[in-house]
């Protein structure tokens, strides 16, 4: 850019200005990001397989085991996010806190607590679902297409 | 178009009598009060919710108490002042409305997003030297937490942010500008053109608001015809680490250099490593209390004698950026001078 700024047409600054900014914009730190998630997301999981097997080993079925797994995980998520741990935890594992259920819980309590100020009809009851409410209806349709799928191309 | 008597080239207004800052108050939360500048605050809340229900009552009150307090330092009652002009992030600016409501005195309401501050000192300097005003009240306030839910997730959702992105100051700056007293003084203000080079993410708002800050940088030094060894300290309010790489590059793309002496309010107020704030403090509070609080006590201390003070805002909602909008940036500046 050796031209004079303003005597540029306004297209061309919005070119240039963003050719710049994609220089100066900081670079996620990947490497460090993808370990801390790797970390963190793999200790999540490690805990749910040891609750699951304390679970097989009181005697529950492993569908059984599988579900009150997924609940007490989901209790301690909701349980650490109610004491301003969850968020922190995310910050430092991104990707690692929020795939697993626990983030899923996270995202449903996070908006309870702070809308509670609303009153609990409008405010919990209406937004309860702003963060979780993509991954439900996606979740869900890509369930029903694939179960569609299922049965017309793949059942014997 | 005819020459209006105050005005000196496309948007630069000069006071013939400079109004005075006569006081300044700045009430912070408990993060901006651990950070490098918490010693030249008048009040550290540890609370984020400083005993309130909600964070907006929080913020409001804040709002309120720094309002209180610049009457207090200069020895004035709310009914002595002509204007209160204010502004926040909240919807409908409700913290400046429900402190208008407290202080009754004839209120208006000031919308420029971040750069709130500068856009009511621009005004109050000229409401006082047109002869509409002995007193003006003026100030701003952000929240951290009213920010998060204006803008993005709820506070304790899981996040990690980008490093691109600032940190929302809780706080609440206020100042009380007069006609005469002692103090240090307004000389200039330039009005900033909206500026918009396509920047579109919202976790990047210096990038959006940098070449706003630039123009009206440039646009003030030619309209005045100083040159920036005129002044001692160019203080942009919240562009961050990014957005104030970016600025320089444009004002020297504009013929100018004032590299060696341009910071950032946004910069100034934590320790960014240690505070992960990543590229640095934002909203209104942030050049609010800056102003009102760091820069006033080095002017006082003869450190700076002129400064150029730019008030930078990003003007977008959550909705304009899900329908796919750019970020327009706006750059208010205002030249302060020791006296």
């Given at each position: 850019m050796t031209t004079h700024w303003d005597s540029l047409p306004g297209e061309m600054q919005k070119r240039l200005y963003q050719e710049l900014v994609n220089q100066v914009k900081p670079?996620?730190?990947?490497?460090?990001?993808?370990?801390?998630?790797?970390?963190?997301?793999g200790l999540i999981s490690v805990l749910g397989q040891l609750i699951q097997n304390f679970f097989l080993a009181r005697g529950l079925t492993l569908l059984d085991a599988g579900a009150a797994t997924a609940a007490t995980l989901v209790f301690l998520a909701a349980l650490s996010t109610g004491l301003g741990l969850y968020d922190e935890l995310a910050r430092f594992a991104g990707a690692g806190a929020i795939v697993p259920i626990t983030g899923f819980a996270n995202s449903m309590v996070a908006p309870a607590m702070e809308y509670r100020t609303e009153g609990l009809v409008l405010g919990v009851g209406a937004r309860l679902f702003t963060v979780a409410g993509p991954v439900l209806v996606f979740g869900i349709f890509t369930a029903w297409a694939v179960a569609l799928l299922y049965h017309f191309l793949l059942r014997p | 178009?005819?020459?209006?008597?105050?005005?000196?080239?496309?948007?630069?207004?000069?006071?013939?009598?400079?109004?005075?800052?006569?006081?300044?108050?700045?009430?912070?939360?408990?993060?901006?009060?651990?950070?490098?500048?918490?010693?030249?605050?008048d009040k550290v809340v540890?609370?984020?919710?400083?005993?309130?229900?909600?964070?907006?009552?929080?913020?409001?009150?804040?709002?309120?108490?720094?309002?209180?307090?610049?009457?207090?330092?200069?020895?004035?009652?709310?009914?002595?002042?002509?204007?209160?002009?204010?502004?926040?992030?909240?919807?409908?600016?409700?913290?400046?409305?429900?402190?208008?409501?407290?202080?009754?005195?004839?209120?208006?309401?000031?919308y420029g997003a971040c750069a709130t501050m500068y856009e009511g000192m621009a005004l109050a300097a000229m409401l006082i030297d047109g002869g509409f005003a002995e007193y003006v009240l003026l100030g701003a306030s952000s929240h951290f937490s009213t920010a998060e839910r204006q803008y993005r997730y709820p506070t304790?959702?899981?996040?990690?942010?980008?490093?691109?992105?600032?940190?929302?100051?809780?706080?609440?700056?206020?100042?009380?500008?007069?006609?005469?007293?002692?103090?240090?003084?307004?000389?200039?203000?330039?009005?900033?053109?909206?500026?918009d080079l396509g920047s579109a993410d919202p976790n990047d708002m210096g990038a959006a608001m940098a070449p706003a800050a630039a123009d009206t940088i440039a646009r003030h030094l030619e309209d005045t015809g100083r040159v920036p060894g005129d002044y001692d300290l160019f203080l942009s309010g919240d562009l961050g680490a990014y957005g104030l790489a970016l600025a320089n590059k444009i004002v020297e793309q504009k013929g100018y250099q004032i590299a060696g002496h341009f910071?950032?309010?946004?910069?100034?107020?934590?320790?960014?490593?240690?505070?992960?704030?990543?590229?640095?403090?934002?909203?209104?509070?942030?050049?609010?209390v800056v102003t009102c609080?760091?820069?006033?006590?080095?002017?006082?201390?003869?450190?700076?004698?002129?400064?150029?003070?730019?008030?930078?805002?990003?003007?977008?909602?959550?909705?304009?950026?899900?329908?796919?909008?750019?970020?327009?940036?706006?750059?208010?500046?205002?030249?302060?001078?020791?006296?």
């Open positions: 670079r996620p730190p990947v490497l460090r990001n993808a370990g801390a998630a790797f970390a963190v997301g | 178009m005819g020459i209006a008597a105050k005005k000196i080239g496309q948007q630069t207004y000069f006071f013939h009598q400079p109004p005075v800052i006569l006081s300044t108050a700045t009430i912070v939360g408990p993060k901006e009060g651990q950070g490098p500048l918490g010693h030249t605050f540890e609370d984020p919710y400083y005993g309130e229900k909600s964070w907006e009552k929080a913020e409001q009150r804040m709002l309120e108490e720094a309002m209180q307090k610049a009457l207090q330092k200069a020895n004035l009652a709310p009914q002595n002042v002509d204007f209160l002009l204010a502004g926040d992030l909240l919807n409908q600016i409700i913290a400046a409305d429900f402190t208008a409501r407290v202080l009754g005195i004839p209120f208006l309401g000031l304790e959702q899981g996040v990690q942010r980008p490093m691109s992105a600032q940190w929302t100051v809780t706080g609440a700056g206020a100042m009380l500008l007069a006609r005469q007293g002692a103090g240090p003084v307004v000389t200039h203000a330039t009005v900033g053109r909206v500026v910071n950032d309010c946004g910069l100034l107020i934590y320790h960014h490593q240690r505070q992960d704030t990543h590229a640095g403090g934002s909203g209104c509070a942030c050049s609010a609080g760091y820069l006033m006590q080095e002017m006082a201390a003869g450190r700076l004698r002129r400064v150029l003070g730019i008030g930078t805002g990003a003007l977008f909602s959550k909705c304009s950026s899900l329908q796919g909008e750019t970020i327009p940036g706006i750059a208010h500046a205002v030249a302060i001078e020791a006296r």
